[in-house]
């Protein structure tokens, strides 16, 4: 290639074009193609160059006179400057020939017949030729040529920063995503983030080319879209007290009753982060959850639902609600204003209709509801989920849009042109492909991102599973049946549930690195995927989420977490007894400032220190707190056992080797009663026993809310 250069710009396109990079075979191929290009997700073909391409400040941007080619130039150029510090200065292309030295943005007609083995054929496809004389991205499709830059940028980016110029090894990069839908889900719902964060959290999507964000926007704790004909859903809908005796305190002067946690987003700002989504190549797909996941909007318009008594206030617990919209005429036709609203906000083709969770206990035991049924000829409840899930996809049909809904849409029938998104697992995904509908995968728990992703203590509140980044990235995108044949699936997300991540900053480190990997797997080819070589690429990728200031996790790289026989076990460092729902929970105080985190199984709360020395007797010292039991768990409260007190504030058993019979300590609770936060117990001598000792740590109390929680426990000699 080092001739290449010397020709006019078109001639040395084509040359790149005529040496026709192939695919080459082999893992060893893959190990040595993805350390030349420190990118993420691994481009489908790299071969090196010889030479390097100096970039210092004032290195020319040579942007086309076509408008979106050339705001991605600007974009680059911006991008460099913001998370390098390099002035580029971006000029306007006159004519045929770019100047020397110059970065090239060009958009190429595709004139030459699309080539099976070209994997730029695609609208997100692009290629990438780093030359000593200069730099050419180029692409048939805005969207490519948008991931060119962002494959540039992120080669700028590969080495720490050094002052001058930096130096990018020449190299040619022809690349295409593997499947189409690469994407996050955000629930605004349960927690609400700001406009600012949403935009930037596409920004952080779109360096690494995910390009759908599925935007949870009404749940049963909150409806977070202004929707003008219906002012309560926002007014009302929006705001609830959160759950806890530290918030039922925090009185608000204005208005003498507990402050109220909300927010929600305005028409206008919809508009602007649709805007910004587009420019990023990010397909905002909006969630309507229904007809569960009510709660807020029966609340702000209670003719909605399907209850005598509906409920009064958006409500505070997580869990399964079960408040469902009711099926009367007036309610469609709600729900059709609302869908109207929303495809006036959204341009994307899809517009999702939620569908999960809906427990049919109101519809079966509404007279009214029944009364329907057989009006309309519905057997039985799922086939009445089913109609309802026709009613919208016939309405967004008529409108070109497209009906996406979790997978339980498939009980109760599904319109045949519906997708659908599979979280049970990847079960619902080979049951729709096999029924000829489009698939995309999001299965709990391994890319539900709520999941905790390490076990150190300092991981911030969600689900107690822990699902790593190595658990993500070999996830398979095509399992069973669908290795043989994936037409049908799009592609895949991972979902950002937030009943747990209150702050923007957690939303983040939940998220990342996480989707980088869920990045490489929805867009490298599967002979690039190499999970050594990941981590290989993990420090640059590390070095660019702090230049974006992204509040990331590097547990990944972090040494194992170990804590000595005499120092803080935390309630993470312990083993839960039982791993019936094991939750990482925040305390509800204070109100500002650090919260702690409690490793807790909610269905049997009891803790394990595993193989404890006592053989010269210790002192024991424990902190506890109290949750707040916000679960919505239907019937399973009931398995719930409580163990008696002995006092009216209840005590801190410890148990030897089992959680039954004498406790060999007992820590009364009192002094931790009224304290909504933290409390360190009085420490209580452990009599002496020779050799390891399980030690089982269980509360006595009367009522599940608040339920009391384990801290942290320490033996000293
Ligand atoms: C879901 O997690 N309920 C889709």
Redesign the pocket.
């Known amino acids: 290639m080092a001739g290449a250069g010397r020709k006019s710009f078109a001639a040395a396109a084509a040359a790149i074009v005529l040496l026709g990079i192939g695919t080459p075979a082999g893992s060893r191929a893959a190990d040595r193609f993805n350390s030349i290009a420190d990118v993420i997700p691994a481009p489908a073909q790299v071969l090196p160059g010889r030479g390097v391409f100096a970039l210092r400040t004032g290195t020319k941007v040579s942007i086309p006179r076509d408008p979106q080619a050339a705001r991605i130039g600007r974009y680059f150029a911006a991008l460099l400057l913001q998370t390098r510090g390099t002035a580029l200065e971006v000029v306007e292309r006159t004519g045929a020939n770019p100047p020397a030295g110059a970065i090239v943005f060009a958009l190429v007609s595709h004139r030459a017949k699309p080539d099976a083995g070209d994997v730029r054929s695609g609208p997100e496809g692009y290629r990438l030729d780093v030359l000593p004389q200069r730099v050419v991205v180029s692409a048939g499709d805005r969207r490519g040529l948008f991931y060119g830059a962002v494959t540039l940028w992120q080669l700028c980016t590969a080495s720490a920063p050094v002052h001058g110029s930096i130096t990018l090894p020449a190299l040619h990069i022809v690349d295409a995503p593997r499947f189409r839908w690469r994407g996050l889900m955000l629930d605004s719902a349960r927690h609400f983030q700001s406009p600012a964060f949403i935009m930037r959290y596409i920004d952080w999507m779109a360096l690494h080319k995910l390009n759908v964000l599925g935007w949870h926007l009404t749940d049963d704790q909150g409806w977070r879209l202004e929707i003008g004909k219906y002012p309560r859903l926002t007014s009302v809908g929006a705001w609830r007290v959160p759950a806890g005796r530290a918030a039922a305190r925090d009185i608000d002067p204005a208005t003498a009753r507990p402050r109220l946690y909300g927010g929600f987003y305005t028409q206008d700002d919809v508009r602007r982060i649709v805007a910004h989504a587009q420019a990023r190549n990010v397909t905002i797909v909006p969630e309507i959850d229904m007809p569960g ?1 009510a709660t807020a909007a029966i609340v702000a318009y209670p003719q909605l639902g399907a209850t005598n008594e509906p409920p009064q206030a958006v409500p505070a617990d997580w869990g399964i609600y079960p408040n469902l919209f009711n099926v009367e005429e007036s309610t469609f036709a709600f729900l059709e204003d609302v869908l109207a609203e929303v495809m006036g906000l959204f341009p994307g083709e899809y517009i999702h209709v ?1 569908g ?2 809906a427990v049919k206990d109101q519809w079966k035991a509404s007279a009214r509801v029944q009364a329907r049924m057989r009006e309309l000829g519905v057997a039985n409840e799922e086939a009445l989920q089913g109609y309802f899930t026709h009613r919208m996809g016939e309405y967004l049909r008529a409108h070109d849009r497209r009906l996406v809904g ?3 849409i498939l009980e109760g029938g599904v319109p045949a042109d519906a997708t659908v ?1 599979s ?2 697992g990847v079960q619902g995904a080979i049951a729709a492909a096999a029924a000829g509908h489009d698939a995309v995968l ?1 299965p ?1 728990p391994t890319l ?1 991102l709520d999941s905790r992703q390490g076990r150190s203590p300092s991981e911030p509140p969600g689900r107690g599973t822990v699902e790593t980044l190595a658990d993500v990235y070999h996830f398979d995108p095509l399992p069973g049946p669908l290795a043989a044949d994936g037409r049908h699936v799009l592609g895949l997300q991972a ?1 950002l ?1 937030t009943e747990h991540v209150r702050t923007e900053e957690r939303a983040a480190y939940m998220t990342w690195p996480r989707a980088a990997a869920l990045a490489e797997i929805g867009w490298s080819p599967p002979a690039r995927l190499d999970w050594p070589d990941f981590l290989a690429r993990l420090p640059a990728e590390f070095r660019r989420l702090s230049g974006l200031g992204v509040h990331y996790s590097d547990d990944a790289l972090a040494p194992p977490h170990t804590v000595g026989p005499h120092e803080r076990h935390m309630s993470q460092d312990l083993k839960t007894c039982t791993d019936k729902l094991v939750l990482s929970l925040e305390d509800d105080a204070p109100m500002e400032g650090a919260r702690a985190v409690f490793l807790i199984d909610i269905m049997n709360p009891c803790w394990i220190l595993p193989a404890a020395d006592l053989s010269h007797g210790s002192t024991l010292t424990a902190a506890v707190g109290q949750v707040p039991f916000n679960f919505q768990i239907g019937k399973d409260i009931e398995a719930i056992k409580l163990n008696a007190p002995n006092t009216p504030a209840g005590e801190l058993e410890v148990r030897l080797d089992g959680c039954q019979g004498e406790p060999v300590a007992v820590l009364p609770l009192a002094p931790a009663a009224d304290n909504d936060a933290v409390t360190t117990l009085p420490a209580v001598p452990l009599p002496g026993a020779a050799g390891p000792h399980d030690l089982c740590f269980r509360f006595t109390q009367r009522t599940l809310d608040p339920l009391w929680a384990l801290d942290w426990v320490q033996l000293l000699p």
Do not use: A, F
């Open positions: 996941h939620g999960d969770e979790w997978d339980e998104m979280w049970r999001s709990d539900y979902n549930w």
